[in-house]
C-alpha cells in the first residue's frame, strides 16, 4: 500500500477543488487517517482473486439504434448559469484537453 | 391530527380505491401536517403542495372512472436528489440549489403512475453522503422521536417524514446503508432491493455500482406494496436488472417455520455495549420463536467491508460529480478563466464531506495509487461477495443490526471515520448487492431511542426478506404510534 | 547525401472518426451535423444530475466491421472505461471510452502512393468512445482559443459514437501518412461506417513526428501535431514538421517533447505548451455501463457484410492495367467500382470493359445524371456487348452505338445486333466489293495512293465503312484496301 502521507493540493487541482489553507490542512490530515484505516486492505490476499466492477453480471446492454426526442432548447438553456444567444458560455479556456 | 395520516399506505390505496375517501381529502390531510410539524422537523427542502394537489386529482379521475391504483393517494415523500421533473431538485447541496429537474426519475414515476402523491422533497445528506443528514447544506432534519438528535442518513428527511404521518412512503437510496441505519432510527422500516432492481435513471448519482433506490415505510406490507410498484427493468439504465419481479405482497408471512436464518459470527454485538447486545440477542430469540432456525455463519471479510467501501464509493463520486462544475446548470462562482470558475464553483458548491469523498476518490484512482487502492478494493469487494455466498449456503436469511448505535445527538460526531462506523453493519451487503432491510426491534439508550434489526437476503430474494421481517413485525410491534415527539 | 536524406521520419497517427448512426453513442438524440445550436441535446448526452448511458448497439457493430475490414483481432470481452479531466464543452467531466480492452485489436491498413506503391501501416487499435460538443472562441483571437476572452458552447455533438484508429509509427513520410489516411477514409465510407466528412470534423487527426538519422532503429523524440483539418493540412503539416525537426538537429539542439498546432496560415507548427500540468486521466471501469461480450456468432454475422475491400481491388485493378490515377478513381467510386466488378463476374473481358466504364459509361452517366449502377445497361448487357466487341462481332463504332442505345433502354446488345443485321462482316468477298465501289467513286484518290500519298488510305478505309454503314471489319477493310491498290 501507498504511504499515507497525501499531496491534497495536487488532488485537489486534479478534482477542480479550490482549498483554503485551513482546508487543505484539514483534509490533509484527515484524508490521511482514512487511508490508514483503508490500509487494512493490505493484510488480504488478492492475488488470485478477480476484481469486481459490478456485483449483479449483466453483459451486452444495448439500445436499437433509433433517434428519440430531444429536450425543448428554452429549458436547456434556461438552466445555463450564463448564455449566449443560444449558447452556453465559459470564460476564457487555458489549455488543451 | 387528523387519523388518516397515520393510516398505512395499504390502506390509504385500499380506501381511495373503493371510494370511501379520495385522494384529495388524505392530500389536504398530509399537507396540514406537514405544514403543522415540519417546522420543526425539516423533513422537507420543498413541499409541492400544487403538485401533490394536481396529482391526487388526476389520481381522483382514474378511480372514478374505474381503474385501481396499488399506491392510489398514497402520500409520498421523494428523497430530494431524485429528479422530479419541474420540481427543484438540490441533492442537498448549494451546487444545485436552484436546479429545477426537467425530467422525472424512473422509480418516481413508476410511483406516480401507481398513484402515489408527492407531498415534498426530502432532505438527505448532501449527494447521499452521510450518515445523520447533518450534511445537509440546505436544512436540518430533526429525529421525531427527539428533536436534539439526527434521524440518522442519509435519507433521513425521508424516515423522518414517514415516522411522522407526513408521508406513508418515503423513497430514499442507499448506497452504504443510507435507506437502512434512518429507517432504524426512526423507528420505520427501511428497505434495500437488490443492486439493479429499480431504475437508478434519474437518481443522482453518488456511487454508481453501489447506489439503489428502495422504500421506508411504517410497514413492511406498505414497503412490499411499494418495492413492487418502483421495481423492474429499465431500458435507461444499463445496470437494471432485466428479469421478472415476483410481486412481494402477496407473499408476506406470519411466521419464519422452515426458515434458517444465519448470525454472523464476526459481528459481535457485545462491542455495541450490553443494552443493545441483549437487544439483539433478545431480537434473535424472537426470530426463532417464530419458527426460524437459528445458525452461525461466517462472513470472514465482514471487518474489511468499511475500508473497501471507503475506496469505492469516494472514487466512483469523485468522477459522478465532477459534472457540477458551472457551465450548464446549477452554481456558478465566476473566475478569471474556466479552470477558476471551475475550481471556485466547487469550492462554494459543495461541503465538506462531499469535498472529503471527492479527494479521497481521485487520489484513489490516481496515477500509481489505482491498482494499491482501486483495484485491491475491488478485489476485496469479490471476496465480500463470495463470504455472502458460501454463508447463504447454510442459511436463508442473514440477521445483523442495522445500525451501531441509536439515533444519536447533533454534532457529536465530529470525526469523519467514527460517523463512517454507522454503517459498519449495512456495508457488506450494499458490496455484494444483496437486499436487505431494517425493521424495528425495540429502544435502547436514554431517552429510549429505537433500533432496527437487519435482515439481509441473496440476490434477487426480495420476496423471501420481506415475507420474514413481515413476521417479525406482525408477532413484535415495535414501532409504537405515539412516541414520537410532534 | 543531402541533409534530408540523412534522416528518416517516423510517424503515427491517431485518428478521430465520427460513426455514422441515426443516434448518439449512448442517448436517443439524433447523430446529425449542425442544426441549431443546443437542439439535439437530453439528460444523458447533456450531463444532467441522474442521467445514465446505454450504449448503441449499431455503434458497436460498426466498430467490429471496422476492425474486421483490417483484420484485427476482436476480443471476446471487452469494456467502456471513464477518462477523467474537466473540460467545459465535455458535459460529464468524464470521457466515456475504452483503456485497456478495446473492441478491436491490432490489424493493418494496406494503403498506396500516388505512384501505386502498395504499403502497409499496422494498427495498434480501434476503440470506440464519445464525441464532445463544440466551442467557439470569442472576444479576440480571430475564433482560435489562444486570445480569446471566453467561449460559447454547442453540445449538439457532445455524444456522438467517435472511433479512434491508433497507428503504429509505420509511416515514413508525409505522403504514407496521407496514403494511409486515404485509405482509413475509403475503408469506412465503403463500410458505411462513416461519411468522413472532414469539412465536417467527422474525421480528425492528430500526428506523432520524430525523426532518426536513416538507418538508425531507435526512436527520436517525438512531437503531436494538432489542428490539422485537411489531408492537404496534414501533408504540409508533416512536412514542415519534419523540416523543423531537422533544422533543430542541424543546429546543434534537442527537439523536445511537446504538442504542437499546425498554422495553416503560415505553414508552420507553433508549441501548444501551456501551464498546464500533466494530466492524470484516473481511467476506471464505468460503472453504469456493462461490459461487451462479442461471441464468433456476432463476428460470423458481420465478417458476411464485409465488401470487397480497397487494396485488393486497387491491386485487381493495376492488374487489368489501369493506371494507380484511374484505379485510384474508380476504387474511390465504389458504387461504379461494384458495377465493374459485376461485369468481370458476368463474363466480361476486364480490359474491355474497364473502357467502357470508365469512359463511355462515365461519360453517359454525366450527362444524363443517371450513375451508371442505376442506368439500364446491366453488367450482364454490358459483359454481352463486351463479348460482342471480343468476338469481333461488332467493331468499336458500332459498339459506341449499341451502348448508347442500351442506356436508353433498349435491351440487350446481341438482341439489337441479332435483330438489325449490324454483325461485322469479315466477308471478304462482301468486302472487295465495296472496296471497289468505293475506289471506282474516288479514282483520285487511288492515283494519289499510287503517287505516295498513303495518308490518303484513311480516307478511303472510311469510305468503305461508310459504305457497309460500319458492319464492315475495319482491320480487314484496311488490309483489302492496301492488297488492292498495291
Redesign the interface.
Known amino acids: 500500500?501507498?504511504s499515507e502521507k497525501?499531496d491534497?493540493r495536487y488532488?485537489?487541482?486534479?478534482?477542480?477543488?479550490?482549498?483554503s489553507e485551513d482546508?487543505a490542512e484539514r483534509?490533509g490530515k484527515?484524508?490521511g487517517?482514512?487511508?490508514a484505516?483503508?490500509?487494512?486492505?493490505?493484510?488480504?490476499e488478492?492475488a488470485s482473486?478477480?476484481?469486481?466492477?459490478?456485483?449483479?453480471e449483466?453483459?451486452?446492454?444495448?439500445?436499437?439504434?433509433?433517434?428519440?426526442?430531444?429536450?425543448d432548447?428554452e429549458?436547456?438553456?434556461s438552466?445555463?448559469?450564463?448564455r449566449?444567444?443560444?449558447?452556453?458560455?465559459?470564460?476564457?479556456?487555458?489549455?488543451?484537453? | 391530527m387528523n387519523d388518516v395520516v397515520k393510516r398505512s399506505a395499504a390502506e390509504i390505496a385500499r380506501d381511495v380505491n373503493a371510494k370511501r375517501i379520495s385522494a384529495r381529502d388524505v392530500t389536504e390531510a398530509v399537507l396540514a401536517r406537514v405544514d403543522e410539524v415540519d417546522d420543526r422537523l425539516g423533513c422537507y427542502l420543498t413541499r409541492l403542495h400544487d403538485l401533490a394537489r394536481e396529482q391526487a386529482s388526476r389520481v381522483d379521475e382514474r378511480v372514478a372512472a374505474g381503474e385501481s391504483l396499488p399506491l392510489a393517494g398514497v402520500p409520498l415523500a421523494v428523497k430530494d436528489n431524485m429528479c422530479l421533473s419541474g420540481t427543484r431538485t438540490t441533492a442537498a447541496s448549494k451546487i444545485l440549489e436552484n436546479?429545477?429537474a426537467?425530467?422525472t426519475s424512473t422509480a418516481v414515476q413508476r410511483m406516480l403512475d401507481a398513484g402515489a402523491v408527492p407531498i415534498g422533497k426530502s432532505n438527505l445528506d448532501e449527494f447521499a453522503m452521510g450518515s445523520s443528514c447533518e450534511n445537509s447544506a440546505l436544512g436540518v432534519t430533526r429525529n421525531p422521536y427527539d428533536l436534539q438528535r439526527v434521524p440518522g442518513g442519509s435519507s433521513g428527511g425521508s424516515a423522518a417524514a414517514v415516522a411522522a404521518f407526513e408521508a406513508a412512503i418515503g423513497m430514499g437510496s442507499d448506497t452504504g446503508g443510507s435507506i437502512r441505519e434512518p429507517g432504524a432510527f426512526c423507528n420505520v422500516v427501511g428497505f434495500k432491493p437488490?443492486?439493479?432492481r429499480v431504475s437508478r435513471y434519474g437518481l443522482i448519482a453518488f456511487a454508481s455500482?453501489l447506489d439503489q433506490i428502495g422504500p421506508l415505510t411504517r410497514t413492511v406490507e406498505d414497503a412490499a406494496l411499494a418495492y413492487d410498484a418502483m421495481a423492474g427493468h429499465d431500458?435507461m439504465d444499463?445496470?437494471s436488472?432485466?428479469r421478472p419481479v415476483e410481486p412481494a405482497a402477496p407473499s408476506l408471512r406470519e411466521d419464519l417455520e422452515g426458515l434458517r436464518i444465519g448470525i454472523v459470527k464476526e459481528f459481535v454485538t457485545a462491542k455495541l455495549g450490553a443494552e443493545i447486545d441483549a437487544l439483539y440477542k433478545r431480537a434473535y430469540a424472537e426470530l426463532a420463536k417464530l419458527g426460524a432456525e437459528l445458525v452461525e455463519v461466517s462472513l470472514p471479510?465482514a471487518?474489511?467491508g468499511?475500508?473497501?467501501y471507503?475506496?469505492i464509493a469516494p472514487a466512483e463520486c469523485?468522477s459522478n460529480l465532477?459534472r457540477f462544475?458551472?457551465?450548464?446548470?446549477?452554481?456558478?462562482v465566476?473566475?478569471?478563466?474556466?479552470?477558476?470558475?471551475?475550481?471556485?464553483t466547487?469550492?462554494a458548491g459543495?461541503g465538506?464531506e462531499v469535498?472529503?469523498r471527492?479527494?479521497?476518490g481521485?487520489?484513489a484512482l490516481?496515477s500509481?495509487?489505482y491498482d494499491?487502492?482501486y483495484?485491491?478494493?475491488?478485489?476485496?469487494?469479490?471476496?465480500s461477495?463470495q463470504d455472502f455466498k458460501k454463508a447463504f449456503e447454510h442459511c436463508d436469511l442473514i440477521a445483523a443490526p442495522a445500525a451501531s448505535s441509536p439515533a444519536f445527538e447533533f454534532d457529536s460526531k465530529s470525526d469523519?471515520?467514527s460517523m463512517y462506523m454507522m454503517d459498519y453493519y449495512t456495508i457488506p451487503m450494499s458490496?455484494?448487492?444483496l437486499p436487505a432491510l431494517s425493521v424495528p426491534c425495540g429502544y435502547a439508550g436514554t431517552p429510549a431511542m429505537p433500533m432496527g434489526l437487519q435482515l439481509a437476503a441473496p440476490?434477487f430474494e426480495e420476496t423471501r426478506l420481506l415475507g420474514a421481517a413481515h413476521a417479525y413485525e406482525r408477532a413484535t410491534a415495535y414501532a409504537v404510534e405515539g412516541a414520537i415527539a410532534v | 547525401m543531402t541533409v534530408q536524406t540523412r534522416y528518416e521520419a517516423v510517424i503515427g497517427i491517431e485518428c478521430h472518426v465520427e460513426l455514422k448512426?441515426?443516434?448518439k453513442m449512448f442517448c436517443?438524440?439524433?447523430?446529425e451535423f449542425g442544426g441549431?445550436?443546443?437542439?439535439?441535446?437530453?439528460?444523458v448526452c447533456?450531463a444532467l444530475p441522474g442521467a445514465l448511458p446505454?450504449?448503441?448497439?449499431?455503434?458497436?457493430r460498426h466498430m467490429i466491421r471496422a476492425g474486421l475490414a483490417f483484420g484485427a483481432s476482436i476480443p471476446a470481452f471487452s469494456?467502456f472505461d471513464r477518462k477523467n479531466?474537466?473540460?467545459?464543452d465535455?458535459p460529464k467531466d468524464y470521457q466515456i471510452s475504452q483503456y485497456d480492452m478495446p473492441l478491436t485489436l491490432g490489424g493493418s491498413v494496406r494503403y498506396w502512393l500516388e505512384d501505386g506503391t502498395l504499403k502497409e501501416c499496422k494498427l495498434t487499435r480501434i476503440h470506440l468512445e464519445e464525441d464532445?460538443g463544440k466551442?467557439?472562441?470569442g472576444?479576440g483571437g480571430d475564433g482560435r482559443?489562444a486570445g480569446?476572452?471566453?467561449?460559447?458552447?454547442?453540445?449538439n455533438r457532445a455524444g456522438v459514437p467517435l472511433m479512434e484508429c491508433v497507428s503504429e509509427p509505420d509511416l515514413r513520410s508525409a505522403q504514407e501518412a496521407v496514403g494511409y489516411l486515404e485509405a482509413l477514409k475509403r475503408t469506412f465510407v465503403q463500410l458505411g461506417v462513416s461519411d468522413v466528412k472532414m469539412e465536417e470534423g467527422s474525421l480528425r487527426c492528430d500526428a506523432n513526428v520524430s525523426i532518426r538519422p536513416a538507418g538508425s532503429t531507435e526512436l527520436g523524440t517525438k512531437t503531436e501535431i494538432?489542428n490539422m483539418n485537411s489531408f492537404r493540412s496534414v501533408l504540409r503539416a508533416i512536412e514542415s514538421e519534419i523540416e523543423r525537426q531537422i533544422a533543430v538537429l542541424e543546429s546543434g539542439s534537442r527537439i523536445v517533447q511537446e504538442?504542437r498546432g499546425w498554422d495553416e496560415g503560415q505553414g508552420v507548427t507553433h508549441s501548444?505548451r501551456?501551464?498546464?500540468?500533466a494530466h492524470?486521466y484516473?481511467y476506471f471501469?464505468d460503472?453504469d455501463?456493462?461490459?461487451?461480450?462479442v461471441d464468433a456468432a456476432l463476428i460470423d454475422e458481420l465478417k458476411k457484410t464485409i465488401p470487397v475491400l480497397p487494396p485488393e481491388r486497387f491491386a485487381r485493378y493495376r492488374g487489368y492495367g489501369m493506371d494507380p490515377k484511374q484505379a485510384t478513381q474508380l476504387v474511390d467510386n465504389f458504387p461504379l467500382a461494384d458495377y465493374f466488378d459485376a461485369c468481370v463476374a458476368a463474363g466480361a473481358n476486364p480490359q474491355a470493359s474497364m473502357n467502357f466504364v470508365l469512359s463511355d459509361l462515365s461519360r453517359l452517366a454525366n450527362e444524363t445524371g443517371t450513375p451508371v449502377n442505376e442506368s439500364a445497361v446491366t453488367p450482364e448487357a454490358l459483359a454481352e456487348l463486351v463479348a460482342l466487341v471480343e468476338s469481333k462481332t461488332v467493331n468499336s463504332k458500332i459498339a459506341k452505338e449499341l451502348l448508347e442505345r442500351m442506356w436508353a433502354g433498349e435491351g440487350s446488345p446481341k438482341a439489337i445486333v441479332e435483330q438489325e443485321g449490324l454483325a461485322q462482316t469479315s466477308d471478304t468477298g462482301e468486302i472487295e466489293r465495296l472496296i471497289d465501289e468505293v475506289l471506282a467513286a474516288n479514282e483520285k484518290a487511288a492515283t494519289d495512293y499510287k503517287a505516295g500519298k498513303t495518308n490518303i488510305l484513311g480516307f478511303l478505309t472510311g469510305q468503305v465503312m461508310k459504305a457497309s454503314r460500319g458492319k464492315a471489319n475495319p482491320a480487314l477493310v484496311n488490309e483489302l484496301l492496301r492488297k488492292k491498290l498495291e
Open positions: 500500500m501507498a497525501i491534497v488532488v485537489a487541482k486534479l478534482a477542480r477543488i479550490a482549498l482546508e483534509f484527515q484524508l487517517d482514512l487511508l484505516h483503508v490500509n487494512v486492505l493490505s493484510e488480504l488478492t482473486v478477480p476484481a469486481t466492477a459490478q456485483v449483479v449483466s453483459r451486452n446492454v444495448e439500445r436499437s439504434d433509433e433517434a428519440g426526442p430531444c429536450l432548447r429549458t436547456v438553456l438552466m445555463a448559469p450564463q449566449e444567444g443560444s449558447f452556453f458560455r465559459v470564460p476564457k479556456i487555458i489549455g488543451q484537453p | 436546479w429545477i426537467p425530467y437488490t443492486y439493479g455500482s431500458p444499463s445496470t436488472i432485466d471479510t471487518d474489511y468499511l475500508a473497501t471507503y475506496l469523485s465532477a462544475d458551472g457551465v450548464r446548470y446549477g452554481l456558478r465566476d473566475g478569471a478563466d474556466v479552470g477558476q470558475m471551475y475550481e471556485q466547487r469550492a459543495f465538506p469535498k472529503r471527492i479527494l479521497i481521485t487520489y490516481s500509481g495509487y494499491a487502492y483495484v485491491k478494493a475491488q478485489k476485496a469487494r469479490t471476496m461477495a469523519p471515520y458490496l455484494a448487492g440476490l | 448512426t441515426r443516434s436517443a438524440c439524433a447523430n441549431e445550436p443546443n437542439t439535439k441535446v437530453c439528460p447533456l446505454v450504449a448503441n448497439a449499431e455503434a458497436i469494456k479531466y474537466f473540460y467545459p465535455m464532445t466551442s467557439i472562441h472576444g482559443i480569446s476572452s471566453f467561449s460559447l458552447i454547442d453540445f494538432k504538442t501548444m501551456s501551464k498546464e500540468e492524470d484516473r471501469p460503472p455501463l456493462v461490459p461487451i461480450e
